[in-house]
């Protein structure tokens, strides 16, 4: 894929968005939206991961699916959830040692749907129901890796590895470990459904090991989210149905990855295309209008915690440094 020109960039990017939204879209002919969602979370959480390593790649499949087994489980205890769910999305965040931190964050990002709103299988009860999803989610992340084997080989590393300290590491995985924990037991108690799952998604992504990145990424987010709000209440008004909703997520999907890994545009561009995917993609079985306006209004609360932390930090920091400037 390194030597490949754009437009054959974009063709390799269209086939494997193909290959992904394939298994979903017959899942929700079917009527199994929720596994249609969770084969999807499990896809892009892999694809994130072969532009690292294909390894990767695999073992973040088998996490996901290990993993969300146990969160959908935890779904009607609060504190139970927030704890795991807290020390879980912290122990992905050690991933920052190495620099890997981006694609093992991605585990926690989606699955915090999986938390937030189980998987309804009808006919099956909670444990059988809850398996079966992680069955889903591992298919879904070894479909996808699979699938990009096939078309790119073995892809070349789109970003460079930005490796943390030990010490600001375990800063990062703390810090993250605490405010999502603290959030999640809201979610579970407030707001226990699917919506609550976009506070959670976006205070991880917001949260970067610096201050800096937290701040820039956060107002990116944020007007991204809204620009890709308004996108997709154009497609709400038109009236989509469910599984149609699938088929043109999975081509707003496809046009985010090509933002991404072949335009390379600025982050909050990825956003924008990526924001009316996400709600697409989540809408079937659901209201699309309450979809989309949780989306935006969790977002701005994340994004506003982020840069209220951010602003904290720094200030910390900026305390700090004269004292430390004169010993």
């Not at 394939?22 to 694809?47: E, H, K, N, T």
């Not at 699979?146 to 460079?160: D, N, V």
Request: hydrophobic share 60%.
């Amino acid at each position: 894929m390194a030597k490949a020109t754009r437009g054959q960039r974009l063709l390799i990017i269209g086939l494997l968005t193909i290959a992904l939204m394939a298994p979903p879209v017959l899942l929700g002919i079917s009527g199994q939206f929720d596994l249609a969602s969770a084969f999807v979370y499990g896809g892009i959480i892999a694809i994130g991961a072969v532009f690292y390593d294909l390894r990767l790649a695999v073992a973040l499949s088998v996490l996901a699916g290990v993993a969300g087994i146990a969160l959908a489980l935890l779904n009607p205890y609060p504190l139970a959830g927030a704890i795991v769910f807290g020390l879980f999305t912290g122990a992905c965040a050690l991933a920052a040692k190495r620099g890997l931190h981006s694609p093992v964050l991605m585990v926690p990002v989606f699955l915090s749907f999986v938390l937030a709103a189980p998987p309804d299988v009808p006919g099956m009860s909670a444990v059988p129901a809850a398996l079966l999803t992680g069955v889903v989610l591992l298919l879904g992340g070894l479909w996808a890796t699979a699938s990009a084997r096939l078309l790119l080989g073995h892809p070349r590393r789109e970003t460079e590895r930005q490796a943390l300290s030990t010490r600001a590491t375990i800063a990062y995985a703390v810090l993250m470990a605490v405010v999502v924990g603290i959030a999640t037991w809201g979610v579970l108690t407030f707001a226990k459904d699917h919506q609550g799952a976009w506070l959670l998604l976006t205070l991880i992504i917001v949260l970067q090991p610096s201050p800096h990145d937290t701040f820039v990424t956060s107002l990116q987010r944020l007007g991204g989210t809204l620009l890709g709000g308004l996108i997709a209440l154009v497609l709400i008004l038109a009236g989509v149905d469910s599984t149609l909703a699938l088929v043109i997520g999975g081509i707003v999907l496809f046009a985010a990855f090509a933002v991404r890994y072949v335009l390379q545009r600025p982050y909050w561009e990825y956003v924008t295309v990526l924001t009316p995917a996400a709600i697409l993609l989540n809408t079937p079985g659901l209201d699309a209008m309450t979809v989309a306006e949780d989306r935006v209004a969790y977002t701005v609360i994340a994004t506003l915690v982020g840069l209220a932390l951010a602003l904290l930090i720094k200030v910390v920091l900026l305390r700090k440094a004269p004292a430390s400037e004169s010993t």
